[in-house]
């Protein structure tokens, strides 16, 4: 049986292990995918050693970069983003070969091109960790003009203090690559003036659990268009599959 799994911490709010194993039963797939949860990206080694029948790896928060240094290989596209959320892991001999992918920004650009109209050509991307990379780069290959939002003073990032009503205005897509809002912390949202938004923005969440954070809530309330991030990560879980079998290259 073949092993599959996601590395990452922590864990406990993926739905990764679910769909996989789903799919796996419903297509007789033999194989099974696992839950790795590790303190540090140095235990890869381990989980590498103690499961020599893993084929690959989802990677998620808050691996995506730090994982790009213990990889052989790593598609152009992922090299360009500077984060990696797939990786295949080929036996050759007695030598495990590891080669990154990133699947996030397959998922992503699928999931909000539909909701982009004409009037939307700039965007807030709230968060500045590897997912917001592969936000970036898809937003820009859908035409977008993007800028960082952090809480610190960081080169190419504005600051939350400093996001007026205008600038929602003008920057009217908003995606929330933080884990402000993800369950058990459902309370939470990033702080930004949603008095000001209207039925020309758009509210993109890459939390799916719970289904409406209360960012998108605060949204919705403003007319605002609000997406969570499940169909994300479908999209990106089928091209996951597509990675570890060399479908895709």
């Given at each position: 049986?073949?092993?599959?799994?996601?590395?990452?911490?922590?864990?406990?709010?993926?739905?990764?292990?679910?769909?996989?194993?789903?799919?796996?039963?419903?297509?007789?797939?033999?194989?099974?995918?696992?839950?790795?949860?590790?303190?540090?990206?140095?235990?890869?080694?381990?989980?590498?050693?103690?499961?020599?029948?893993?084929?690959?790896?989802?990677?998620?928060?808050?691996?995506?970069?730090?994982?790009?240094?213990?990889?052989?290989?790593?598609?152009?596209?992922?090299?360009?983003?500077?984060?990696?959320?797939?990786?295949?892991?080929?036996?050759?001999?007695?030598?495990?070969?590891?080669?990154?992918?990133?699947?996030?920004?397959?998922?992503?650009?699928?999931?909000?091109?539909?909701?982009?109209?004409?009037?939307?050509?700039?965007?807030?991307?709230?968060?500045?960790?590897?997912?917001?990379?592969?936000?970036?780069?898809?937003?820009?290959?859908?035409?977008?003009?993007?800028?960082?939002?952090?809480?610190?003073?960081?080169?190419?990032?504005?600051?939350?203090?400093?996001?007026?009503?205008?600038?929602?205005?003008?920057?009217?897509?908003?995606?929330?690559?933080?884990?402000?809002?993800?369950?058990?912390?459902?309370?939470?949202?990033?702080?930004?003036?949603?008095?000001?938004?209207?039925?020309?923005?758009?509210?993109?969440?890459?939390?799916?659990?719970?289904d409406e954070t209360l960012f998108m809530?605060?949204?919705?309330?403003?007319?605002?268009?609000?997406?969570?991030?499940?169909?994300?990560?479908?999209?990106?879980?089928?091209?996951?599959?597509?990675?570890?079998?060399?479908?895709?290259?």
């Amino acid at each position: 049986m073949d092993k599959y799994g996601l590395i990452g911490y922590p864990l406990g709010h993926s739905f990764s292990i679910s769909y996989h194993n789903q799919r796996f039963a419903d297509e007789g797939i033999n194989a099974k995918y696992f839950n790795f949860e590790i303190p540090t990206i140095d235990d890869l080694a381990e989980v590498l050693n103690s499961n020599p029948d893993l084929k690959g790896l989802n990677v998620t928060i808050p691996y995506k970069e730090k994982v790009m240094e213990f990889l052989d290989y790593i598609s152009p596209e992922a090299r360009a983003i500077g984060a990696v959320n797939v990786i295949r892991i080929l036996h050759e001999g007695k030598k495990t070969i590891l080669k990154g992918y990133n699947s996030d920004v397959i998922g992503f650009t699928q999931s909000i091109e539909p909701l982009l109209e004409n009037y939307h050509s700039k965007a807030l991307i709230l968060g500045t960790g590897g997912a917001s990379k592969a936000i970036a780069y898809g937003l820009k290959s859908l035409g977008l003009e993007s800028v960082f939002v952090s809480r610190y003073q960081r080169p190419d990032t504005i600051q939350y203090e400093n996001i007026t009503p205008d600038v929602v205005k003008e920057y009217n897509v908003i995606v929330n690559c933080t884990p402000l809002g993800m369950y058990p912390k459902t309370d939470e949202c990033p702080d930004l003036p949603y008095e000001a938004l209207d039925e020309h923005n758009i509210l993109y969440d890459l939390i799916y659990n719970p289904d409406e954070t209360l960012f998108m809530k605060k949204g919705a309330e403003r007319g605002a268009t609000v997406k969570n991030g499940l169909e994300m990560l479908l999209l990106q879980a089928f091209a996951s599959w597509e990675f570890w079998t060399g479908r895709e290259k």
